[in-house]
Every structure is written in C-alpha cells, then in structure tokens.
C-alpha cells in the first residue's frame, strides 16, 4: 500500500465546539483533494472536496483548507456533533494517476 | 448520490476456504471499481483496480492469484480471497467510479472478514 497508519490519532471535543482535524499530504503534484468521513464497520463517505487551484471551500458546517505550500490540508467542522464521531481521511488524487491515496486518518469523538 | 451494494457485510470462514466478495453498482454503470483493504485502526490501502472486461491492475505486493478479481459486467466486480488465512482477516471495501476520473468514487458499506 502507498498509505498507511500504525496509530490513529484522536480528537476530543466538546458538542457544540469547532473541530479542526489535519493531514499532510504525500505528492507536490497532487491536483485534487477529498476529506471523507468513516463509522465504525462501514465505508468512507465522502464529505468535501478541493481542487489544487483553490485554498479554501465550504460546505454544510464543513470547510476544508488547502496549504500547498507545506501539503498540508485541514477539515474544520463547525458546532461539532455527537453524530460527527467517526474516523476522518484526507485523499489525494496524484496528477499522474488516477488513483486515490489514503493519509493515515484521524479519530474524532465528541463528549456531550 | 450513487449506491454501491457490497456483499455479504460480514463473513468467517475456515482457514484454507476461499470467500467471494460482491460490489455492485446500483443505479449507475462503473467501468471501473477499486478494492481496499483495511486494518484496524489503519487507513485504506488499495489493492487493486478493477476494470469491465480486462484483466484487473495490482498494487505492489498484492498476490494476484490471492486475490482474484472479475470484472464481467458494468455494474459488478467480485473479489474472491483464496485458500483464505487468519492473516488476510480484514475490512474489505470496494468503491466504483462513475466518471472519467477518480472525482466520482462511492464506496461500498465494506466486508469484514474473519478466517478462523
């Protein structure tokens, strides 16, 4: 596998709080960026997306941040909900190739 | 958004069985599907891509004669894990692209295997 994570980070934050969960990725010449969302025993879904050509975009409560510069790529979930626990992944898309490369991911639990 | 069905979402088997995994495009046509496999508390790695009608594409150091997958129709991929061990025990998820690039990508519900 081209991505792999030993360790899952964990998150905790308070219902109602913002959450910020970050990823640096691998390849410079990524073009195309997706944070997807993961229960336990069920498939990523995907949350929102962010193409190389822009630093930022919103979505519903999400926004996801782009840095180039330093690769790096942040998910940030607005009034964070007990429904919002769940493992997060950034993606890229290789401007090589079309295959989608997982980072290591990161646990988010929200306490009531 | 598209649906794909993966089947069975659980399976144990006796070690030295073989155990075939469904993923089903339900209301679109994907030329080509993608086969993760994941462990626990780990990321998704990829193993292979799936396309109709040809032979499928391995990551390296994925067994092709392990992990045999058939692609025969537009909405289907199987992925069949032979003579199964307790090692290849794992989360299994297949995700099918519905447009010309990798953009369109919706996973299945994935399969957890268990070989005993």
């Known amino acids: 596998g081209e991505s792999v994570g030993l360790h899952l980070p964990t998150l905790s934050v308070q219902e109602g709080d913002n959450s910020i969960i970050n990823c640096a990725y691998s390849?410079?010449?990524?073009?195309?960026f997706i944070w997807y969302k993961q229960e336990s025993g069920k498939g990523p879904q995907f949350i929102i997306d962010?193409?190389?050509?822009?630093d930022k975009r919103q979505g519903q409560r999400v926004t996801v941040l782009l840095n180039k510069t330093v690769k790096h790529l942040s998910l940030q979930i607005a009034a964070t909900q007990p429904g919002d626990s769940a493992v997060y992944f950034c993606?890229?898309?290789?401007?090589?190739?079309?295959?989608?490369?997982f980072g290591s991911g990161t646990r988010l639990l929200v306490r009531p | 958004g598209a649906v794909v069905s993966q089947h069975p979402s659980w399976v144990i088997c006796k070690s030295g069985t073989s155990v075939k995994i469904e993923c089903r495009s339900l209301?679109?046509?994907?030329?080509?599907m993608f086969w993760y496999r994941q462990f626990p508390k780990q990321s998704l790695m990829l193993m292979a891509t799936?396309?109709?009608?040809?032979?499928?594409?391995?990551e390296q150091g994925v067994e092709k004669d392990k992990f045999l997958i058939n692609h025969a129709s537009l909405t289907l991929s199987t992925l069949t894990v032979t003579s199964a061990h307790p090692e290849d025990s794992s989360f299994y998820i297949c995700?099918?692209?519905?447009?010309?690039?990798?953009?369109?990508?919706?996973f299945g519900s994935g399969t957890q295997l268990s070989v005993l």
């Open positions: 962010i193409r190389s050509n822009m």
């Open positions: 995700s099918a692209q519905t447009g010309v690039t990798n953009e369109k990508l919706f």
């Open positions: 390849n410079s010449a990524s073009d195309y």
């Open positions: 209301d679109f046509q994907a030329t080509t």
């Open positions: 993606a890229e898309i290789p401007d090589s190739s079309y295959k989608l490369i």
């Open positions: 799936s396309n109709e009608g040809s032979k499928a594409t391995y």
